[in-house]
């Protein structure tokens, strides 16, 4: 019995940690970004490549806030899915995370596509903060992991071309001011899943645009795609090309044959087919192929080093099996940015699916008949004009208005749409969507002036977009209308006439402590360590004389604050004042791996290495670490010399032998 393609809402049940709040306190600092060359690396690189990696890179996540209120503590609960089935294929989609497809089961062979993690456990490796590892995730925005990561996306039944349903995920991406659509569907008796993608861009202006879909597959397999020659970049931050598949003496094409992570993007020739695929042993695996338009291809890889070991145990649950990823984007490389033309938009079509080759041909030392059996299968199952045939009949459905509504996002993108009557057909950024966040926005846009809020408690979020800071720079100059315009101007780069907006701010304010926070990063930007220290005090002395209880929103503000504060005033040497920031902190905050951490240096400094040590002794792991962090490697080395214990529950950093 055929069984028709059908959409359904479910839930997933797995061990997960909570996401917790997200930080209060505005992004300021310049982003850290590990995937970015020297200019003089450029040097050699082919034209476009090199214009675009030089292209409106990222320097700073807002107006996102960075999302590090997550823990470790795993605890069973029920996800929100989206799945889409066929006879063939089952594809289970997470809309509150992004939208990230994590199971993609074919039926007749029992088999998962993809590598499936087990637990959802978040890690500092998104732009902003949080995300997991595991299935297909869609990054927008800038070089690295989206910002949507763990956040909601739109998402609703749409009319398929074949007749059938489509599952239309939706979402305003905030970095670029960039709308997007990726439309999923099963065509029946299809053993591949096909992927519509949009990004539109409604503005008067040209925008940077990014797109990578990432793939996970299980580690042990071989990965194949159409080059000869890949551009190799490490964590040395150096971008160089390297033949494919035998570099250096050793066939990279198997990711555990590489000892350090890297990234692998393969160099395909114009005019052929855009594929990639991660076979076993047995020549089973998952292949990607598009449209031409998604031009990249890339294998990223852990290594078998310890660094990589260690990384992969962080991201899920012990005995679980290790991944690496195969991507593709539209630039050769994710160094690049690719310019998106005013009131323009761009899109392609994506095809994911099994795909069986003769074993012995693909694992073989040849490397151009490994590729032409692999692409000679493709073709039998899925050939490229179907690919294109499957766009050319998509795209005319993708303007279709969603039908029944099975996630809601953000209020972003119906706030753009109400400020500029943005026409996005087939992506409905309905008012109903607006909520406590958008609120003042909305109202600044009505009356032109930013509403005093009602309540004592940490300001919301600050819009940074051009047209946001003209409407601030109009409106009656109350303190949170120049707290907001300062953080506008901050991220325009105008850093005198931020701070000017904050010090009138403070005049008048009857909440001193946002102001000053942001005034002592200006201090430390501006090589004044001695009074940013002073202005952090000060603010953590205002905050606790503000909080009102020790609620979610309080709590955050005072870790987050806290933690700066403490690390300010240790970095001019006055641990007393440090001490007595640490002593106000909730206790709860105090035991959190991070704090902990914090706690040792706190006492380090105050001479007391014995009691540092005991922390280090006792355990703790640090949930945000973010990926190249040497901060726990540089106090160990000041407390012993010894090398740093590698057991759990001591955090972890990627490169230890670099």
Known sequence: MVIVTTIRRDVLTLPAAELGPSNPLPPLGTLDETHTIDDRDRVGLPRDMARQIGYEPLHSVLPERIRDGYGRERRPGELDTV????????????????????SLFHKPT??????????????????????????????????????????????????????????RLWEWERLRDLPFQVDLWLPDGSDFLYVGVRVRNPHERPAPLYWWSNIAVPEERRVIAPAEEAWHFGYERRLRPVPVPEYEGTDRTYPLNSTFPADYFYEVPDGRRRWITAVD??????????????????????????????????????????????????????????????????????????????????????????????????EGVLSRDAVDAAYAAWLPHADTEPGEVLAVGSGWGALEVLRAAHKLPGTPFDESTLGEDQAPWRELLRSGAFPEPRRAGPPGESLVAPHWRDMLETAPAVPVAEYHLGVAQWHAGDLAQAVRSWERALELAPSLWPLLRCLAVADQQSGNPERAADRYREAFDDLCRERRDDGERWTAATAALGREAIEALLAVRRPA?????????????????????????????????????????????????????????????RLSDEPRPRRPPYPIGPRPEL
């Open 83 to 102: 799945v889409i089935e066929n006879d063939r294929l089952r594809a289970t989609v997470l809309p509150g995370y992004g939208g990230r497809v994590v």
């Open 110 to 167: 029992d088999r998962e596509l993809l590598y499936r993690n087990p637990v959802v456990q978040p890690a500092c490796f998104a732009l902003n903060g949080a995300w997991f590892s595991g299935g297909i995730e869609w990054n927008i925005g800038a070089t690295g992991h989206t910002t949507l990561s763990c956040s909601p996306v739109h998402a609703a039944r749409v009319p398929a071309p074949d007749g059938g349903e489509m599952l």
């Open 281 to 378: 042993d047995a020549g089973d695996g998952l292949v990607q192929t598009s449209t031409d338009t998604l031009r990249g291809r890339k294998l990223f890889v852990w290594g078998s080093g310890p660094g990589g070991r260690r990384w992969q145990e962080w991201l899920t649950e012990p005995g679980t099996g290790g991944y690496c990823e195969i991507q593709a984007g539209l630039a050769r490389t994710q160094l690049e940015h690719v310019r998106l033309e005013a009131e323009s938009d761009v899109s392609w079509l994506e095809a994911y699916g099994p795909l069986s080759v003769d074993a012995e041909t693909v694992h073989g030392t040849d490397w151009d008949a490994a590729r032409a059996e692999t692409e000679r299968r493709l």
């Open 577 to 637: 004042d440090a001490r007595a920031v640490w002593e106000r902190l909730f206790p709860a905050v105090r035991e959190r791996g991070r704090f902990r951490l914090v706690e040792a240096g706190l006492l380090l400094a105050e001479g007391n290495r014995e009691a540092a040590r005991a922390v280090f002794d006792a355990g703790f792991e640090v949930a945000d670490l973010r990926e190249g962090a040497e901060t726990i490697g540089q106090l160990w080395s």
